[in-house]
């Protein structure tokens, strides 16, 4: 049982050359960066439920390649704030904070899952910000989502909304439940079951907290997985087509609990012009993790 | 004025409801419009309920707490009212505008505590329409008036909340389908949105005014 953050390493992560706190509201949210500060910066976005250091690989070979890498936690992510509400609108606000702290001119913009699709709309909103947008597996798609008959529909979402509403009660006790690193990394594998182990533990290291009990993931622990509400995934799709910067699209071959399963097909009739699709064979959902060093020099050969 | 206030937490958020008339019976519960407060008696046209009446502020509004850096949506205010029906156990809802539709959500998510809805016109009916509208980060909104509600970010957020029409009809028909009621909602405003138009249509939803809405639903167990 490790117990011990300090020996866990993983093999090419690097903790943040600087952290530091940007206020988007009266929130806190945590910013941390990679590379020179007097670099040309290059922003990251991170998946739901993760958190900037999952980039603890990715972001260091950006950086040495002479950028200096920006990424934050969202709003109850990692070391940002735990707010009192969460909403897609409000992380459009927290993300355009951070950007404004380091630079008013467009900058390349890379997203992981809900990152990704949070600056797809950041780019339909403010194009000024945006010179290169990279969407890594957030681009979800309507014909992922299975079509239900009306009545199971109707079963479908009694049941969320009995769920959700019971969730909601229950929250102002709400912990995250403490265990070992071997015990948080087990849990978080069974949604992330393509990453190694060796990984996993590592992150619990970053993005967990140590207390008397045990180990806690620092997520604020109200948050579910799955949004809950009107969102329809062709809402995030219909934007693709607007953006005028040069857009990347990665998307990795193997089905994921976490993935969208979006068809490369799906992304290729929303393209804009210019854009471009890549599929990475052999990577799930977090091909950034999975495949790094192929992603990295994608990003940095769009941007170049 | 108000007899008594009793203060409900909804997660990280502290709510005011408020008690305008005591009584035996099951509870009517108001919900005002967007950028309102509860009124401080029972208004006029509410009189004939036969039983108690309170009124709820929804967060960043009246004298409930404001979200620090926002992220208002009605799903959660919907949470709000089911914090106020874990305190009253069943009510009949009346809301006014936004809280018309939160009202309507409510309805379809706890059907079984929702004797009925009323939905009414006022502020926020319309929300932000049946579709997204485009894409805008604002950064920053007038400062809060004295006392801090209502919150300028719930407005500016709940007036593009989308509400599409199939979306609002779902909660009509788990409402109707769910709580035993021949009609569950009353629709008894002038103003008709989309969303409005789509619960109109479907069974177990009628139009009339609100005093045949009081009779009606003061009538169901």
Request: net charge negative; glycine share 10%.
């Amino acid at each position: 049982m490790t117990e011990v953050a300090d020996e866990v390493t993983f093999p090419g992560a690097r903790r943040p050359d600087r952290q530091r706190r940007v206020d988007s509201n009266g929130l806190s949210i945590a910013v941390h960066e990679w590379g020179d500060e007097a670099a040309p910066p290059f922003f990251l976005a991170h998946g739901g439920m993760d958190f900037a250091r999952t980039f603890d690989v990715f972001a260091p070979i950006i950086a040495d390649a002479g950028w200096r890498v920006v990424s934050w936690d969202h709003r109850g992510h990692g070391d940002s704030e735990h707010a009192p509400l969460y909403s897609w609108e409000a992380d459009l606000r927290d993300s355009v904070q951070v950007i404004e702290s380091v630079t008013s001119a467009p900058a390349p913009i890379l997203g992981h899952s809900k990152g990704g699709s949070l600056m797809l709309q950041l780019a339909d909103a403010v194009p000024h910000r945006v010179s290169h947008l990279i969407n890594v597996d957030g681009l979800p798609s309507r014909r992922s989502f299975p079509d239900v008959a009306d009545h199971q529909r109707t079963k479908l979402l009694a049941q969320e909304l009995t769920g959700w509403l019971d969730h909601r009660r229950k929250l102002v006790t709400a912990q995250r439940k403490p265990g070992t690193i071997e015990e948080l990394a087990a849990r978080r594998g069974r949604m992330n079951p393509r990453l190694s182990d060796e990984w996993l533990q590592y992150l619990v290291t970053v993005g967990a907290r140590h207390d008397p009990e045990g180990w806690r993931w620092k997520i604020d622990p109200t948050m579910r997985f799955g949004g809950f509400g009107p969102w329809r995934p062709e809402w995030s799709m219909m934007r693709l087509p607007d953006i005028g910067v040069p857009v990347l699209a990665v998307l990795g071959t193997e089905s994921d609990p976490m993935g969208w399963g979006t068809p490369p097909e799906d992304v290729l009739s929303h393209l804009p012009p210019g854009g471009r699709l890549v599929t990475l064979e052999g990577a799930g959902h977090f091909v950034h993790i999975e495949q790094p060093h192929e992603v990295a020099a994608l990003a940095l050969e769009h941007v170049s | 004025m108000s007899s008594a206030t009793v203060t409900l937490r909804h997660n990280k958020i502290e709510l005011a409801l408020h008690e305008l008339r005591s009584g035996a019976g099951r509870s009517l519960l108001h919900l005002h419009g967007l950028g309102e407060r509860s009124p401080q008696e029972v208004p006029a046209h509410l009189d004939a309920w036969p039983g108690p009446v309170w009124a709820l502020d929804l967060t960043g509004h009246g004298q409930s707490d404001v979200a620090v850096g926002a992220g208002y949506f009605c799903e959660v205010l919907m949470g709000d009212v089911d914090t106020a029906l874990a305190h009253l156990g069943s009510v009949t809802i009346f809301g006014r505008g936004l809280g018309a539709y939160v009202g309507l959500l409510t309805a379809g998510g706890r059907p079984e505590l929702v004797r009925g809805t009323i939905c009414f016109d006022g502020p926020g009916l319309a929300g932000g329409g049946p579709w997204p509208a485009s894409p805008f980060i604002p950064s920053a909104v007038d400062p809060p008036p004295p006392g801090g509600t209502p919150d300028p970010w719930a407005i500016l957020e709940l007036t593009r909340d989308v509400r599409p029409p199939d979306y609002a009809a779902s909660f009509a028909r788990q409402a109707t389908a769910r709580s035993g009621l021949d009609v569950a909602i009353a629709v008894c405003g002038v103003n008709r949105t989309p969303w409005l138009e789509a619960v109109v249509a479907e069974p177990g939803v009628t139009e009339c005014s609100v005093a045949e809405a009081l009779t009606l639903f003061a009538a169901v167990d």
